[in-house]
């Protein structure tokens, strides 16, 4: 089972039009409105994979008791705790290419950090992996979410990171399990020329595994003690990008909590991503499109 964290949790409002035109007015076709934020997004596809992840989330203002709502039809099973900033709203553009416009994550006070920690000691037990992914949001610095981290180590759960910068750095230094960026995001972190060279830096720091996104080139699984393993980009696909990567993280674990190899679950993860740019929104994959793409060759 995968318990997945979402500190930075958004409501997720799509609009789509034919053709956005910048400065003027836009009359927009179609609206959707979901809960989002990477974290969630990943839970959201691996229910889609038909995996049942519990979601521990942290939820502020207005939109508390609808998100809530939602989540609860949602997830079998999720734990919602108060938190005095407004949950912030991600806005997807779409008119063939997506624009998107992402607020920054509700500030975390130290007291509801605390009080996220004891929630998520109890929701731990009996967990296999534990998912946190996303821009951290103020009050969550390198140092808390190394904290978080050392906590699940504790009970031996496999603990996922997708996260950015010194917070990317941390996760590795407290021995997370899978770290999870892409190219750019690799090399920013450690101050390399070249992804290589960075995803072995943080090897070097402490992670296990570095699950790391190629783009068009595909993903490489760089693992301590093991040989590097790649896969290609199985079909250029055109649609929405925006939550590729989370699909992308869903489509490997997933693979993992059926007990597949690490060979194809790199196949179930390019996969996944592939199949989540057809998909409007994010957090969503196309099915029947991914079902196809981890057919043997």
């Known amino acids: 089972m995968t318990l997945v964290l979402s500190l930075s949790p958004a409501v997720d409002v799509t609009y789509e039009l034919q053709d956005l035109k910048v400065g003027e007015s836009n009359r927009v076709e179609r609206v959707t409105k ?3 934020g990477k974290a969630t997004n990943v839970a959201s596809v691996l229910k889609q994979l038909g995996h049942e992840p519990a979601i521990l989330t942290a939820l502020g203002g207005s939109v508390t008791d609808w998100f809530t709502t939602t989540l609860s039809s949602t997830f079998h099973n999720s734990t919602v705790i108060p938190i005095a900033t407004e949950t912030r709203t991600s806005v997807t553009v779409f008119d063939g290419d997506a624009t998107v416009l992402n607020e920054p994550p509700a500030a975390i006070s130290a007291a509801e950090l ?17 998912v946190i992914s996303g821009r951290m949001p103020a009050g969550v610095g390198p140092n808390e979410l190394a904290s978080l981290i050392s906590l699940a180590n504790q009970t031996r759960i496999r603990v996922c990171i997708d996260t950015t910068g010194d917070h990317l750095l941390a996760a590795a230094e407290a021995h997370a399990w899978l770290l999870k960026p892409n190219e750019i995001e690799a090399m920013d972190a450690a101050g390399t020329k070249t992804a290589d060279e960075a995803a072995k830096h943080l090897l070097s720091l402490g992670a296990l595994n570095v699950l790391l996104s190629r783009g068009e ?14 896969f290609r980009q199985i079909e250029r696909l055109n649609g929405n990008p925006t939550g590729a990567g989370d699909a992308s993280l869903a489509g490997f674990i997933g693979a993992k909590l059926d007990g597949l190899s690490d060979e194809i679950a790199l196949r179930h993860s390019v996969a996944a991503g592939s199949a989540a740019v057809l998909a409007v929104s994010a957090g969503e994959i196309d099915l029947s499109m991914f079902k196809n793409l981890i057919k043997p060759n």
């Open 114 to 130: 605390e009080e996220i920690k004891r929630a998520l000691s109890q929701r731990l037990i009996g967990e296999d992996y534990l």
């Open 217 to 230: 080139k595909g993903i490489s699984l760089y693992r301590h003690g093991l040989e590097t393993l790649e």
């Open 34 to 36: 979901k809960i989002g």
